[in-house]
């Protein structure tokens, strides 16, 4: 079966400080991954999406940036965090099928606190 | 507008009573549609899917769309206090991107 990990589980950060949060896929190969912030109360907002090893599309122009140094491996990052970063992070992946979606499946999640 | 419109409730039920959750969407391109639930600090979980109008029955759980209106449900029999959790439509186009609702906190009490 598939597993997605997440870590860490919870940071807390300077304003200004550099981030890295990392996902990690289990049990699939070459799959879709994705990076979603979700802010208290609010749904869910995608911020980056990969179909491939170095294939990465951003949704949301901001400070941060993502990408994927392996198959089963997305990275989210950022050079200096602010304020607004704060947030539930959350790393998903999804199966590729031909000419339609298919479900994604969430990991643990980041919560991220900046200070 | 946005695109998937969702109640955040929060909706307070009592034990064994039937839990109903809505969303309304615009885009008559979305094709897929899915109940994720979301438990305190923890990752969405995929509850439902299904792709058709009509209803789709899941123990408890019955998903059901109308594409003609662009409304979606889940309904939630017999209703838990384990089903305590925030709720997440999400839709999706025939691309992949999925759409979520904002959530509805659904609280159960004994």
């Known amino acids: 079966s598939q597993t997605i990990h997440q870590w860490p589980a919870t940071l807390v950060q300077p304003v200004g400080s550099p981030l890295s949060l990392e996902c990690t896929v289990e049990?699939?190969?070459?799959?879709?991954l994705y990076w979603y912030r979700q802010a208290a109360g609010r749904g869910l907002q995608l911020l980056f999406y990969?179909?491939?090893?170095?294939?990465i599309s951003s949704e949301v122009p901001q400070n941060l940036s993502a990408s994927r140094p392996q198959d089963r491996q997305f990275i989210l990052s950022s050079k200096k965090l602010l304020l607004s970063d704060s947030g539930f992070y959350l790393c998903?992946?999804?199966?590729?099928?031909?000419?339609?979606?298919?479900?994604?499946?969430f990991g643990p999640g980041t919560r991220l606190t900046v200070l | 507008q946005k695109e998937v419109e969702q109640d955040p409730g929060p909706l307070s039920v009592p034990e064994g009573a039937i839990v109903s959750l809505n969303c309304t969407y615009s885009?008559?391109?979305?094709?897929?549609f899915m109940w994720y639930r979301q438990y305190s600090r923890k990752g969405p979980e995929l509850l439902m899917y299904?792709?058709?109008?009509g209803n789709k029955e899941d123990g408890r759980f019955t998903a059901q769309v109308d594409k003609s209106s662009k409304y979606i449900s889940l309904f939630i029999r017999d209703s838990q206090p384990s089903d305590s959790a925030t709720y997440l439509c999400?839709?999706?186009?025939?691309?992949?991107?999925?759409?979520f609702g904002a959530g509805t906190q659904v609280v159960v009490t004994p």
């Open positions: 998903a992946w999804s199966q590729k099928s031909s000419g339609r979606t298919d479900t994604q499946y």
């Open positions: 299904t792709y058709s109008s």
């Open positions: 885009n008559s391109a979305f094709q897929y």
């Open positions: 990969s179909v491939g090893i170095g294939q």
């Open positions: 999400a839709i999706s186009d025939s691309w992949g991107k999925l759409q």
């Open positions: 049990g699939t190969s070459n799959p879709n």
